[in-house]
């Protein structure tokens, strides 16, 4: 394992579903602080100006027919990375949140792992707040996920995560789309695949468009299918290795994704 060296190429990949108000600043923020990058929208079947705003920043973008949540868009941007060449990628939400700042820091520590976590509770002082049902939910998760990957992990749940191209190509061949799937169970495939994972300490930031959604029914409810997503994705049996599982290259070979920049 090696940190992707100056003459590799790393594609940034943002999910994205109905974010016109903020998908345009994310991309403009990332290209500013982040020069030399290729950033790639995953237009996850949004009704409104996604996909429009997104390539008026400067992002290449793949439009999705239908909504398939955030594993399905996450899936098909692997999928777009190996195709075409890249040698590390970078999941940054559209919404604004993850900073892209700490994109060069996520990059860095590819030098210790296949899949490297922006964690938002690892900072001095747990800048970002969660409590309640949600805050339990993401504490056992991070317990368990912690045991399986040998390393302790406080934020599982988190979104922004960068990964090498060993990591890429399990993501392309079996990244799952169902709820808490794209974080929780990834992370199971990655550790029982062979990759390694660790984390580093970034920011979060508000949403800077939308709003979510919370309430204490809401939180209960998200600590209950946390709990049943994180025994599914034990309980399913998984590849050990790649060479058990799709190729690279028999990924690529089923592949027909429709991406125009």
């Not at 345009?24 to 950033?39: S, Y």
């Amino acid at each position: 394992m090696s940190r992707p060296a100056a003459s590799s190429r790393v594609l940034i990949i943002v999910p994205a579903w109905n974010e016109q108000d903020s998908v345009g600043a994310t991309v403009a923020e990332i290209r500013a602080t982040n020069p030399g990058l290729d950033v790639l929208v995953i237009d996850d079947g949004s009704a409104d100006a996604t996909a429009e705003r997104a390539e008026q920043a400067g992002a290449a973008v793949c439009r999705l027919p239908f909504n398939l949540g955030v594993g399905g868009a996450m899936r098909a941007g692997y999928r777009y990375g190996l195709r075409n060449g890249y040698d590390a990628a970078v999941q940054v939400d559209a919404d604004g949140q993850h900073d892209p700042a700490f994109i060069p820091v996520l990059l860095d520590k590819l030098s210790e792992a296949d899949v490297v976590i922006g964690a938002r509770f690892a900072r001095d002082g747990d800048p970002y707040q969660v409590r309640g049902p949600r805050r339990w939910a993401m504490v056992l998760l991070a317990k368990v996920l912690s045991r399986l990957a040998r390393t302790r992990l406080t934020d599982v749940t988190s979104g922004n995560r960068a990964c090498n191209l060993r990591a890429m190509g399990v993501f392309a061949a079996h990244y799952p789309a169902e709820y808490l799937g794209d974080t929780v169970e990834s992370l199971v495939i990655a550790t029982r695949m062979g990759c390694t994972v660790t984390q580093v300490p970034v920011d979060m930031r508000p949403r800077a468009a939308g709003r979510a959604s919370s309430s204490p029914v809401r939180a209960a409810i998200y600590l209950l299918r946390a709990v049943v997503a994180l025994s599914m994705a034990l309980v399913r049996r998984w590849p050990t290795s790649f060479a058990e599982g799709a190729t690279q290259q028999s990924v690529l070979d089923g592949d027909q994704e429709a991406v125009s920049r």
